[in-house]
């Protein structure tokens, strides 16, 4: 199965677009990762004012979320290699993870699953990327680098958050939108991250992000409506 664009924006367009509705992506990031936040706390911490019963890792990790959009953002026009990767889980997990900006050295359990991802090999993973990046629809691309970040774990800690943030490099280029995972819509991606993790399903989950988790919209459409 192919997944062709599901809006089509200029990459200045599609920037606007991120940039407008950036609480909600980090909000939506954050629970993701399972934090204990709301919509309310997530904005309050963004603009630097007092968000209640919030932890400080809580905070931590929106702070780092908000520095690695700023960061991605303003070097959208790099080319995406396993260096950038590094970059961007450098603001991802500063403060949080063993080491940030290194690709993990030791191994790693994955809850609720019997998967072992390897140790990560710079060289083999620059390879494999490169191949990734030679699918031709840019959404489809986006898809694969993203889920194969997530399943190769090549970070002790923020896979998901880094690879969705890399995987919207690839869309913004492109102008292809933002892929976000609803909150509501959680359990039921976890429950195909973990299956793909396991049995390699990745048709299943490539489908669910494609129908569920990419917000945008058609500029040139709009305007000639509102005409």
């Known amino acids: ?132 990046l030679k699918i031709k629809e840019p959404t489809e691309r986006a898809m694969s680098v993203m889920l194969w970040a997530m399943k190769g774990q090549l970070f002790w800690d923020g896979n998901k958050r880094t690879a969705t943030l890399i995987a919207n490099k690839i869309m913004i280029e492109n102008g292809c939108g933002i892929i976000s995972i609803p909150t509501d819509e959680l359990d039921e991606f976890h429950k195909l991250l973990s299956d793909y993790y396991t049995n390699d399903t990745i048709e299943s989950v490539k489908k669910f992000i494609y129908d569920k988790c990419i917000n945008g919209t058609d500029f040139v459409k709009n305007r000639i409506e509102l005409a």
């Not at 995406?80 to 991802?92: A, P, Q, S, T």
């Open 1 to 132: 199965m192919t997944y062709p664009k599901k809006y089509t924006m200029s990459k200045s367009e599609n920037i606007f677009w991120a940039k407008r509705n950036i609480v909600d992506y980090i909000y939506k990031s954050a629970k993701l990762e399972g934090l204990n936040v709301t919509y309310p706390d997530t904005y309050a911490i963004l603009e630097k004012t007092k968000a209640k019963n919030v932890d400080v890792e809580a905070v931590e990790i929106i702070l780092n979320l908000k520095h690695a959009w700023r960061v991605l953002l303003d070097s959208i026009d790099d080319e995406l290699n396993i260096d950038f990767f590094k970059k961007i889980h450098k603001e991802v997990a500063r403060g949080e993870a063993i080491v940030w900006g290194s690709l993990r050295t030791g191994e790693v359990t994955i809850g609720g699953t019997e998967y072992r991802p390897s140790i990560p090999d710079e060289q083999i993973a620059q390879e494999k990327l490169l191949e990734l």
